[in-house]
């Protein structure tokens, strides 16, 4: 923690200045390049760090299930999709940001695994369908809620408002970013 250069008599006995890294290479790139308007990357760098701290909490959980954040996403995709847990590759592309060929890489991992099966698509016949099984459910069914649990303690330090007022304000970033 760092203290406030001021340091007027009503100051001497204020909370201390909170910082976090972010605060450290802001402070860095406006000392070399006074010039630049560094807000934006105030924000970013936080949601990149935030992003690796929540990978340090999932990844023990996805790994306990040999999955990674790709194959956990899929895998949960299909189970949100409802009985019977089945969907075309196509549905599944979106989900998981990778390209066909990586979704391909996925899908075989899975199916070794025993989580997934493919099976042919009865509305056509030269495509997949992409099946949960059993063991895939089991698997996001354990997970799911030890993800959520994570992710709250995550977002402890914010009120149940401040983390709808944040989701909003990530999304109207997002969507004007074009995700």
Do not use: W
Request: aromatic share 6%; hydrophobic share 40%; with cysteine.
């Amino acid at each position: 923690m760092e203290y406030s250069a001021r340091n007027t008599y009503n100051d001497k006995y204020a909370m201390p200045k909170q910082t976090d890294k972010a605060d450290s290479i802001i402070a860095r790139v406006n000392q070399e390049f006074p010039r630049l308007d560094t807000s934006a990357k105030e924000v970013i760098n936080r949601i990149v760090r935030l992003y690796y701290l929540t990978m340090e909490q999932f990844s023990p959980l996805m790994e306990s299930h040999r999955l990674n954040l790709h194959t956990f996403a899929l895998l949960a995709t299909l189970r949100m999709s409802g009985p019977p847990y089945c969907l075309q590759p196509k549905a599944l592309l979106d989900s998981v940001l990778v390209t066909s060929g990586g979704l391909s890489n996925i899908l075989n991992r899975l199916e070794k695994l025993s989580y997934i099966r493919r099976m042919p698509d009865p509305n056509d016949g030269r495509g997949v369908m992409v099946k949960l099984t059993a063991q895939g459910k089991r698997a996001v069914d354990k997970i799911l809620p030890q993800q959520v649990d994570a992710e709250h303690r995550i977002t402890k330090a914010l009120t149940p408002n401040e983390r709808k007022q944040l989701a909003r304000l990530l999304k109207k970033v997002l969507l004007q970013a074009g995700a």
